[in-house]
């Protein structure tokens, strides 16, 4: 079927607000799916409304707090807006809830090195690099922090 939703907006993510469904990749999440409002957090940062997002991704997160991916995302927002100690709280919040977090613990480690908090930040990317050796920021973030803390 050519005018079918589905053959244009499988590919990404694409709120369509008239029948409430978030499209991800090649599947569709009603609300009531614990993903839907996740989804939803992360298309209203995309689309500039971080705040939304907070508030859309704080109110899934009561819900469902063992996801930590919605702390992350609150993190990477917070840390876009300079609010550099929200930003480490939900940072910690999701490194704890998974401990393979990898992308949590680097960007704790860019938070807490805002923050100026060296120590803290090389253990963060530390245990990043530790579980995820082959990623290239890590490495990045573990060589300059390893620098910055020689001068």
Same mark, same amino acid.
Request: glycine share 12%.
């Given at each position: 079927?050519?005018?079918?939703?589905?053959?244009?907006?499988?590919?990404?993510?694409?709120?369509?607000?008239?029948?409430?469904?978030?499209?991800?990749?090649?599947?569709?999440?009603?609300?009531?799916?614990?993903?839907?409002?996740?989804?939803?957090?992360?298309?209203?940062?995309?689309?500039?409304?971080?705040?939304?997002?907070?508030?859309?991704?704080?109110?899934?997160?009561?819900?469902?707090?063992?996801?930590?991916?919605?702390?992350?995302?609150?993190?990477?927002?917070?840390?876009?807006? #300079? !609010?550099?100690? /929200? *930003?480490?709280? @939900?940072?910690?919040? +999701?490194?704890?809830?998974?401990?393979? $977090?990898?992308?949590? &613990?680097?960007?704790?480690?860019?938070?807490?090195?805002?923050? #100026? !908090?060296?120590? /803290? *930040?090389?253990? @963060?990317?530390?245990? +990043?690099?530790?579980?995820?050796?082959? $990623?290239?920021?890590? &490495?990045?973030?573990?060589?300059?922090?390893?620098?910055?803390?020689?001068?």
């Amino acid at each position: 079927m050519p005018g079918c939703w589905w053959r244009w907006l499988w590919n990404g993510i694409t709120l369509l607000p008239v029948s409430g469904v978030v499209q991800t990749g090649t599947r569709a999440l009603a609300p009531e799916h614990p993903g839907w409002h996740f989804n939803l957090g992360e298309i209203q940062m995309l689309e500039g409304k971080p705040d939304e997002a907070v508030a859309t991704l704080s109110a899934a997160l009561e819900k469902h707090p063992r996801v930590g991916s919605g702390q992350g995302l609150i993190g990477r927002i917070r840390l876009r807006q #300079g !609010r550099v100690g /929200e *930003a480490v709280e @939900a940072f910690q919040k +999701a490194a704890a809830v998974d401990r393979w $977090d990898w992308l949590s &613990r680097n960007e704790l480690g860019v938070a807490l090195y805002q923050a #100026g !908090r060296l120590q /803290e *930040a090389l253990a @963060a990317v530390e245990d +990043a690099y530790w579980i995820n050796p082959g $990623d290239a920021g890590v &490495r990045e973030n573990l060589a300059a922090l390893r620098q910055a803390l020689k001068k």
